[in-house]
Nanobody, 122 residues
Framework: QVQPVESGGGLVQAGGPLRLSCAAS???????MGWFRQAPGKAREFVAAIRWRGGSTYYADSVKGRFTTSRDSAKNLVYMQMNSLKPEDTAVYYC????????????????WGQGTQVTVSS
């Protein structure tokens, strides 16, 4: 079992950077770690994902080129570096883990964190 715990959210001005972290307790070796977000009044959506084994990464078109996800296997940490933030990036960001065939499919993730708020001011 894996328990993701997010941190690093906060308030940032448009155009600025922010880095989220996800601490994943438990055995993560074969899992995929995903990042999702949910803005007020909207459905939760895929942002990015990384496979622990091999490190392949996946991104939503809306964040490609601005967000980068990475992992530190020794520390069992996953990061998401967010640059050039826009007001439309404002959302609660969730980290999730699971045996996933399709990284963008949130239904395939088994374990979810509580989320961290990211607010981008214009």
């Amino acid at each position: 079992q894996v328990q993701p715990v997010e941190s690093g959210g906060g308030l940032v001005q448009a155009g600025g950077p922010l880095r989220l972290s996800c601490a994943a307790s438990g055995r993560t070796g074969s899992y995929t770690m995903g990042w999702f977000r949910q803005a007020p009044g909207k459905a939760r959506e895929f942002v990015a994902a990384i496979r622990w084994r091999g490190g392949s990464t996946y991104y939503a078109d809306s964040v490609k080129g601005r967000f980068t996800t990475s992992r530190d296997s020794a520390k069992n940490l996953v990061y998401m570096q967010m640059n050039s933030l826009k007001p439309e990036d404002t959302a609660v960001y969730y980290c999730a883990a699971g045996w996933v065939a399709t990284p963008a499919n949130q239904n395939q993730y088994d374990y979810w964190g509580q989320g961290t708020q990211v607010t981008v001011s214009s």
